[in-house]
């Protein structure tokens, strides 16, 4: 991420429910109702604090454009269409990939509460941004929570000439007890397509192991992304198995669509439905041993780690999620630095609906 | 595993019923059942059909002394201590870890018969073997598995000196309709230490991303692990938060051994037990949808990637698990190519134990 940090006066400070209520108007003002706009704020602001600016309100011009185009239903519902003891299948009836998986998420914490582990499903969803915000929900709720989607293949594959896979994101977060809790969000590419495209809106290059051109070729060339370049795998093979895993799990086994057969949510017709699947499990701590017990543990491996003797040069061992939660605490008092590109969206969505950003970015 | 495999000439071919055979043989000497000896004896000799013979028959010697040692208990009887609707906790008696994740995978199909999902987690447990062995059980029952287990650590983190994390070992199966059935099986570091142990026993050197040395620099010398080097994480943050994932479910969540607490199978006392966890997972596609329309889905998956245009030099694109069941079809009829350093430590246990493996190894 540092590489493409731009200059600091490009910067823009925002106070934490301003973005969010900016966020709210946008949305409401195309005709979402006032509480699927403030789940999908939530979401949206919720990663924009942790720093994952990809994947953060830089993305809900592009929603936007879609609930407008009706590719995205702004009044539709998600519903479990089937289930069982320990599992759901829910229909996201192409609403807002936010308000779905936030549905689907809870479907599965509740579920869990009673069979111990449970799994949903998501069919008819869209691009749900940040896999950690949906597994982190399990964590005040003393569980470990885990999400993950599918997404257009935009990743190469050992032996591929282009794009074979999605970078399907997988998230995976627990509670600890004095400790932070730990998430850990990840693409199953060596980096998200959206780091690319950052990269891409900043003017910069990239680094040579991100990207391959059409010809399977070492680039650092972030323009080239998507239509003449495909990511590599994260690790080659084991990127590559992991998202052939994460299309099982959240799009073959649930009747989404599959690998090709999902739409751009932001290339793609905006009045289509994009037919991105997803998958969420939930595991309920205190089936299994009392919460108190396993949040001592959970404390035990991370002091382990933390007292670890470090390398040359290096103060501090993070845990998955550290640095995220680290940064959302300052957030939440000090305001949110906005990156250039992420700033250029907004500015571009307040354009595009007539909205006062200014007593936002101050 | 190209740079490692040794000149042909030190190859021994053996036919796979009496690779069998043997590994029963020595197993039974120790006063370990029959039918836990060929439990033990079906993981290892088909992890050798794969391939992967960094975690197959190589290992029994090793196991043999800790049997005899005592720290696997020879008639340990795994059981399952807690349980509900969608899970167990078993534990493992420290007996064999073939024996005991056989056990628990086979609980956590029984469960998701009925359950749709079902998790199991196990504690007192010992080396496992291969993961994929276990995931790839589900196969057969129209199920998608999951395996994963902690391990003593010896994978280095961002920022650490030295180890952090075992290299915590996972894998992913699923059934296919006409086209074979996909398996992950991975380590979370950049590759497992088995193939470093492998290279350091045929005296050649690694390539420079696979370990840093005691000062957390790049080295390719396999001999200075694992006293004086780690593993890297695969992908870095990404392959030390799943190790951080796994670390949770296979050790926090079940009881078992965590990180440090656990003892080296290959060069701790052989007396006492190691205290592996492990975690197992079952999903039974019949509870989601009608298992020939999951796999006619799983097909067209599978024809996609492999129909995909390929990369200049590359004739083909394997599925996750592909190369390993042809590997495994070609040793069933045509038998199994030993590596030189399985053949030494066979020849080993042979010596070990007076058995004869000149009928074997023809």
Redesign the interface.
């Known amino acids: 991420m540092q590489q493409i940090v731009c200059p600091l006066a490009l910067h823009m400070k925002v106070a934490v429910p301003d973005l969010h209520s900016f966020c709210v108007e946008a949305l409401t003002k195309v005709g979402v109702s006032s509480d699927d706009s403030r789940k999908t704020a939530d979401v949206l602001v919720t990663t924009d604090t942790w720093g994952t600016f990809t994947h953060g309100t830089k993305a809900l011009r592009g929603y936007v454009r879609r609930l407008q185009g009706g590719g995205v239903k702004r009044g539709g519902k998600p519903m479990v269409v ?1 289930e ?4 759901s ?1 829910v229909d996201g009836d192409s609403s807002l990939g936010m308000v779905t998986s936030v549905f689907a998420m809870r479907t599965a914490m509740a579920k869990a509460k ?6 949903v ?1 998501v069919r008819n969803n869209c691009h749900y941004g940040a896999a950690g915000y949906y597994a982190s929900m399990a964590i005040t709720e003393s569980m ?1 929570g885990f999400s993950m989607a599918n997404d257009i293949p935009t990743v190469n ?6 794009p ?2 999605g970078s399907n994101p997988f998230a ?1 977060a ?1 509670p600890a007890g004095k400790e932070k809790p ?1 998430m ?1 969000d ?1 693409a199953t590419s ?1 980096v998200a397509g959206g780091k690319v495209f950052a990269a891409a809106a900043l003017g910069k290059t990239i680094p040579g192991h991100w990207l391959l051109d059409a ?2 070729r070492a680039t650092m060339d972030p323009t080239l992304f998507p239509n003449a370049a495909s990511l590599t795998p ?2 080659g ?6 998202a ?2 994460i ?3 959240a ?5 989404a669509s ?3 057969q999902v739409l751009s949510w932001s290339f793609g017709d905006a009045s289509k439905a994009t037919g991105h699947g997803a998958a969420f ?1 939930a ?1 309920n ?1 205190e ?3 009392p919460v108190a017990q ?1 949040k001592k ?2 404390d ?2 991370i002091r ?2 933390h007292s ?5 040069g ?7 999620g550290e640095i995220e939660f680290e940064r959302r605490e300052k957030a939440l008092t000090e305001g949110i630095d906005l990156p250039e590109d992420v700033v250029a969206n907004l500015r571009g969505l307040a354009h595009d609906l007539d909205l006062d950003l200014g007593r936002v970015l101050k």
Do not use: D, N
């Open positions: 089937a069982g003891p320990a599992w299948i009673t069979a111990g582990i449970a799994y499903g470990i594959a050992p032996g591929a000439e282009g074979v896979m995976f627990a730990i850990l990840m060596t010809q399977a994260l690790g093979y084991k990127g590559y198995g992991l052939c895993m299309e099982t799990l799009a073959v086994l649930t009747g599959i690998s090709w499990v595991l701590i089936s299994f041993m396993f543990r959970m035990h491996l382990e780690i670890a003797p470090k390398a040359a290096s103060e501090r061992i993070y845990l998955p």
